[in-house]
């Protein structure tokens, strides 16, 4: 399984949008509806942002939202703050018992 | 509260073996996919492996294939990662977790260091 794509850096000031493409093939992101976000901060645990393309897990807030358009997925933080900088990293499910994740994503608040 | 507590990880010659283990705790361990996930240092997290819940049927990333061995002890809710032939480009943190549509618990990490 190759990785799927992600732009290297993105930025924003804070209060603004930024969006996070994803992008794979038929055989992962284009073929399921089971994409999913981490969060990982330096040094600590990935945390999942968004799972199954678009829904949030309890206590993430909604300025984190999700949304796929054939083999690319994105993640879009509104109302970008400080706490936002991290890393992030897509995952798609490849069929059987795979999976694939994403190059990831730094994030830098201005 | 569901638990994931890896241990095994540590300093390792190229070409030798380690073992991962992972205790889960607070989940029907039986009835989930689990997963070995890795990350070398300031690089992207990487599948290593997959193990259904019945242990039946695996998955094997294709940098490990024939060299990792995913496992699982359902009576003690414990996964295993048997590591050998041990390579320098195998040196990460090492993370236990469990996965369905989506890797929604992950443990603290094992690092494995692969050095002379």
């Known amino acids: 399984q190759s990785a799927l794509t992600q732009p290297r850096s993105v930025s924003g000031s804070p209060g603004q949008s930024v969006t996070i493409s994803c992008t794979g093939t038929?055989?992962?992101?284009?073929?399921?509806?089971?994409v999913s976000w981490y969060q990982q901060h330096p040094g600590k645990v990935p945390k999942l942002t968004i799972y199954d393309v678009s829904k949030r897990p309890s206590g993430v807030p909604d300025r984190f939202s999700g949304s796929k358009s054939g083999n690319t997925a994105s993640l879009t933080i509104s109302g970008l703050q400080a706490e936002d900088e991290a890393d992030y990293f897509c995952w798609s499910y490849a069929g059987g018992y795979s999976y694939v994740f994403g190059t990831g994503t730094k994030v830098t608040v201005l | 509260e569901v638990q994931l507590l890896e241990s095994g990880g540590g300093l390792v010659q190229p070409g030798g073996t380690l073992r991962l283990s992972c205790e889960v705790s607070?989940?029907?361990?039986?009835?989930?996919?689990m997963t070995w996930v890795r990350q070398a240092p300031g690089q992207a997290l990487e599948c290593v492996s997959s193990?259904?819940?019945?242990?039946?049927?695996?998955y094997y990333a294709d940098s490990v294939k024939g060299r990792f061995t995913i496992s699982r002890d359902n009576s003690k809710s414990a996964l295993y990662l048997e590591m050998k032939s041990l390579r320098a480009d195998d040196t990460a943190m090492y993370y236990c977790a469990k996965w369905s549509t989506a890797i929604d618990y992950w443990g603290q990490g094992a690092l494995v260091t692969v050095s002379s």
């Open positions: 607070g989940l029907s361990f039986s009835h989930y996919s």
């Open positions: 038929s055989s992962d992101v284009g073929g399921y509806y089971y």
């Open positions: 193990i259904s819940g019945s242990g039946h049927s695996t």
